[in-house]
């Protein structure tokens, strides 16, 4: 059963940096390509980066400051990093890997 499990997520200053994490089980992690999307109340999921297997990423033209995605195929594991998170960021971020997503993890940009 193909399980995917983000983690990560909680309250982050502006400015401030957090890193969060997608573990993927029960499928070939190393095979797909792992974007993120992000998705706040009352608007539709949205597209902000993605690293394929042979580690070429994308970012969405929203994107802006050090957001960086990796990923670790050993463990099975994405990432998705903000140095400089600001407020409009604040949404739930999910992964998503061959159609499968997972539950999400929330992200909130306060002071």
């Known amino acids: 059963q193909v399980q995917l499990v983000e983690s990560g997520g909680g309250l982050v200053q502006p400015g401030g940096s957090l890193r969060i994490s997608c573990a993927v089980s029960g499928m070939s992690f190393s095979q797909y390509t792992m974007p993120w999307y992000r998705q706040t109340p009352g608007k539709e999921r949205e597209y902000v980066a993605s690293?394929?297997?042979?580690?070429?990423?994308n970012y969405a033209d929203f994107v802006k400051g050090p957001f960086t995605i990796s990923r670790d195929n050993a463990k099975s594991t994405g990432y998705l990093e903000m140095n400089s998170w600001e407020v409009e960021d604040t949404a739930v971020y999910y992964c998503n890997v061959y159609f499968n997503w997972g539950q999400g993890t929330q992200v909130t940009v306060s002071s």
């Open positions: 690293i394929t297997r042979r580690d070429v990423i």
